[in-house]
């Protein structure tokens, strides 16, 4: 009976260690090295063809491929680079070391650059929590921060990171409405809350990215509109609430300022009113202050009873 493999068993338990590595004094010595076993191969060489002893070849052969192993062992490490070295296919360890240096002889070695990247993922359709459409993009800043992972516990670290973000920026966006509720106190929202959603969005890429060796610096969302095909009534809904505020303020201030008149006017003994004249006066300025276009003054010259 086949059993069911476990996600953890799948994964290459690998991790980054440093790989023996000689400096550039060692790598000088070492160019001085080859320089003499040439000229003692190439002396050799001569003395054979000299003395016609054909067994001194075998002398050449050996100083030359003593040679060629010293100078396999000379490497330049660029600044932001790293060397992630194999010897038979075996994982011995990673040279971070910049300049000239030495390693191991017979080992392979794959450059990696441990330089900060960035990218910016394509722009994603996704229903928000309360199930609008939107399209949203965001930019991911990374780096490599284990070498052996990124070579050896995926295909293809680039390619990964850029679907695990997609995946990541996906999950947050379903997590959040587009808009808060002003009734909800505290309520985060994807226009709203860009710094909160931000942090959560790296959160997300850095636990995704992990298992290959990569670090996540900095995460922003860079793109983020409701979807074309309800634009148009969010814009709407939008200027309604606007105007709604907007009203809600202006009968704030145009009630204030009538009790403060009619207050004024009673403290002053300006002119004593009756409860149907202050109904009166309170309608004439909430509709004068209230109103959108101006108001035209209508001269009474009658009583305000008859």
Not at 71 to 88: D, E, I, K, R, Y
């Amino acid at each position: 009976m086949t059993g069911i493999v476990q996600p953890e068993d799948t994964q290459v338990a690998i991790s980054e260690r440093p790989a023996w590595h000689g400096g550039a004094g060692a790598a000088v010595a070492a160019f001085v090295g080859i320089v003499v076993l040439a000229a003692a191969a190439v002396g050799l060489v001569f003395l054979s063809i000299s003395t016609e002893t054909p067994a001194l070849i075998i002398g050449t052969v050996v100083l030359a491929i003593a040679a060629t192993l010293l100078l396999s062992m000379v490497v330049v490490v660029a600044p932001g680079h790293t060397l992630v070295v194999q010897l038979f296919g075996k994982y011995v360890g990673t040279v971070r070391a910049q300049g000239l240096g030495l390693v191991l002889p017979l080992t392979t070695r794959r450059r990696l650059s441990v330089r900060v990247h960035n990218f910016e993922t394509a722009e994603l359709k996704v229903n928000d929590s309360t199930g609008n459409p939107v399209n949203i993009a965001s930019i991911i800043v990374w780096q490599v921060a284990d070498t052996a992972r990124a070579t050896f516990a995926v295909e293809d670290y680039e390619e990964f990171i850029v679907s695990q973000a997609e995946s990541a920026l996906r999950h947050v966006t379903t997590s959040h409405p587009y808009d808060a509720d002003d009734a909800v106190a505290g309520a985060t929202s994807l226009r709203g809350s860009t710094d909160q959603v931000a942090a959560e969005l790296a959160e997300q890429v850095a636990a995704r990215v992990e298992l290959a060796g990569l670090q996540i610096l900095e995460a922003r969302i860079s793109s983020l509109a409701y979807a074309a095909e309800i634009a148009g009534a969010m814009l709407q809904r939008q200027q309604a609430s606007a105007l709604l505020a907007a009203r809600e303020k202006i009968v704030e201030g145009a009630v204030g300022l009538v009790e403060n008149a009619l207050t004024r006017l009673e403290e002053n003994a300006v002119v004593e009113l009756d409860d149907e004249r202050r109904a009166a006066m309170v309608s004439n300025l909430l509709v004068v202050l209230c109103s959108d276009s101006r108001t035209t003054p209508v001269v009474n010259t009658g009583s305000l009873y008859s």
